[in-house]
């Protein structure tokens, strides 16, 4: 059974900083996309970042120059690290993994298992 674990949310003041993480298990993840998705009441989860099997990185506008994915394939844990936050980045961020392997897209209907989410408060 896939399962994704997500720690490090929190409250954080505007500019500070947070760090994500998930753990997987279940699976091995290296050859499937890993990704972070957040949402906020009333709107669609949306994307974040993801990093794929090849280790290419993708960010959504809002994360760029900001925010960083990184994984370690050993450990099967991804992390999201969030710098200059904003009140705007308040939501309840989700861990992700592809729905299967060798492929990737940002859409949430293409990863398959998500973790269970943890809150980010940026304080203004």
């Known amino acids: 059974q896939v399962q994704l674990v997500e720690s490090g949310g929190g409250l954080v003041q505007a500019g500070g900083s947070l760090t994500l993480s998930c753990v997987g298990s279940g699976r091995d993840f290296s050859t499937y996309a890993m990704g972070w998705f957040r949402q906020t009441p009333g709107k669609e989860r949306e994307f974040v970042a993801a990093?794929?099997?090849?280790?290419?990185?993708d960010y959504a506008d809002p994360a760029k120059g900001r925010f960083t994915v990184s994984r370690d394939v050993s450990t099967n844990t991804v992390y999201l690290k969030m710098n200059s936050l904003t009140p705007e980045d308040t939501a309840v961020y989700y861990c992700?993994?592809?729905?299967?392997?060798?492929?990737?897209?940002?859409?949430?209907?293409?990863?398959?298992?998500w973790g269970q989410g943890t809150q980010v408060t940026v304080s203004s």
């Open positions: 992700a993994a592809g729905r299967q392997a060798y492929y990737y897209t940002r859409s949430a209907t293409d990863f398959g298992s």
């Open positions: 990093k794929t099997w090849t280790g290419t990185l």
